[in-house]
């Protein structure tokens, strides 16, 4: 039952987050137009499950998602250098380091350097979710209920 409610709850913020940020986002950000009839979600009526309904849902999500994703503060470029990449890896040769400066006194002390390589293969990465149908209708139903 605790599993079901947190599915629930976490479902009913999300969407509402959605729906209340709808406004805030205009076209300029490729959300959809905000549809009065999604106030259903927030327990005033029902939400008919449909294409568009969902679609707005979802699109309301992502762009919502998006917006925090963009808004984060990153830091990577401090640490790491950015590679691109033409090809499915790539490859990295280089010498040993070079010798520190000493001074010179009497025989020269000679470093053999020696080559090193690796390779990187480039991966393809993807987080995808699903949610079931029977899931979103439950919920539906909750709010129906409430």
């Known amino acids: ?3 079901r ?8 913020l999300m969407v509402c987050a959605a729906i209340l940020a709808a406004p ?11 549809d009065p009839r999604m106030i259903g979600l927030m327990g005033i009526g029902g939400l008919i499950i449909n294409k568009a309904n969902l679609e707005g849902v979802f699109i309301n ?9 963009d808004a984060a503060p990153s830091i990577w470029q401090q640490t790491t250098m950015l590679v691109p990449s033409g090809s499915s890896q790539n ?8 010798p520190k400066m000493r001074r010179w006194v009497g025989e020269k002390f000679i470093k053999q350097f020696e ?3 690796y390779a990187i293969v480039n ?3 993807e987080a995808t979710v699903a949610v079931d149908r029977n899931d979103i209708e439950l919920f539906v ?4 209920q409430d």
């Open 61 to 69: 999500l992502k762009t919502l998602f998006n917006k925090a994703f």
């Open 24 to 34: 805030f986002f205009g076209a300029d950000a490729g959300a959809a137009p905000f």
């Open 141 to 144: 139903s909750a709010l129906k």
């Open 1 to 3: 039952m605790k599993s």
């Open 123 to 125: 991966e393809d990465w």
């Open 91 to 98: 490859n990295y040769n280089w010498l040993s380091r070079f």
């Open 5 to 12: 409610f947190t599915t629930l709850a976490t479902w009913l």
């Open 115 to 117: 080559a090193f390589k």
